[in-house]
């Protein structure tokens, strides 16, 4: 595929997923895609199915899509790849690496390629997250502002200590930076084991989370820097907190 056609799929994600202005909304949308994501997670052999996220626009379904349209098999098959990377994914990151993959599936079928005969040379799957996930994760251009580093963390204060989400956030150690305490289903981590968790927003790059301590392995978020994303990487962080995802940190 072409870098104008991949750059023109880029720009249908964004018109159709334009900034959620109301924070309340992102964070019902992200605990209910969060929802969804860990029923698939304990159940994959059933069929993901989004509902209405509130005052939000739908959500797609598998069966009657809207704005981009991606197959459930490439869904599937992007989430399954998200499992073997060393990042947690956003559901709407996911959806943005599922709408690609779909098209990069029907431009080899224009060619005679069929799904599995792209594994001879790459995992498509896994390219197509990773590729969309970059934007989320590498040095944006320009670089965000200090300002908005800290509006940024604001956000994602608002989001974690929501009625939805419900965590307990202190300062962090840096402006950019939120220590959201461990529950007791919270991975162990830190040298006595009970190590809170900290997550953080820079200007040269996206989310992360790691244990609040010496050492500790940093786990990239590939989620989009707005009021948006800060509730669905909150939604995250809860999952975390909760243990409903393992331990993202091991090795």
């Known amino acids: 595929m072409s870098n104008d056609r991949v750059d023109e799929l880029r720009e249908i994600v964004r018109a159709n997923r334009p ?41 797609p379904t598998t069966d009657t899509p809207e704005g981009p349209a991606y197959a459930a098999e490439a869904y599937a098959a992007v989430e399954k790849a998200a499992k073997s990377l060393r990042s947690l994914y956003a559901p709407s990151v996911l959806e943005e690496a599922a709408a690609l993959l779909t098209d990069l599936w029907a431009a080899g079928g224009r060619h005679g390629v069929e799904r599995k005969e792209w594994d001879w040379a ?41 009625a939805e989400i419900g965590l307990s956030v202190q300062d962090g150690p840096r402006l950019n930076m939120v220590v959201v305490e ?38 990239s978020i590939a989620a989009p820097a707005t009021k948006a994303g800060a509730g669905e990487v909150a939604a995250l962080v809860r999952a975390v907190a909760r243990g409903e995802l393992g331990n993202p940190f091991r090795s």
């Open 182 to 219: 461990r529950l007791p289903e919270t991975p162990r981590g830190g040298y006595h084991g009970d190590a809170n968790l900290v997550v953080g927003i820079y200007a040269n790059g996206g989310w992360d989370i790691s244990m609040n301590a010496d050492g500790a392995t940093v786990v």
């Open 122 to 162: 790459v995992n498509l799957p896994s390219s197509a997250l990773e590729v969309i996930a970059s934007r989320y994760t590498h040095t944006p251009d320009p670089e965000r502002t200090g300002d908005q580093v800290v509006a940024l963390r604001r956000d994602l204060a608002e989001a974690l200590t929501s």
């Open 19 to 59: 900034e959620t202005p109301d924070l309340s909304t992102a964070i019902h949308a992200a605990v209910d895609r969060q929802a969804s994501a860990l029923r698939t997670h304990r159940e994959p052999t059933s069929t993901p199915v989004t509902g209405p996220t509130g005052s939000e626009e739908p959500m």
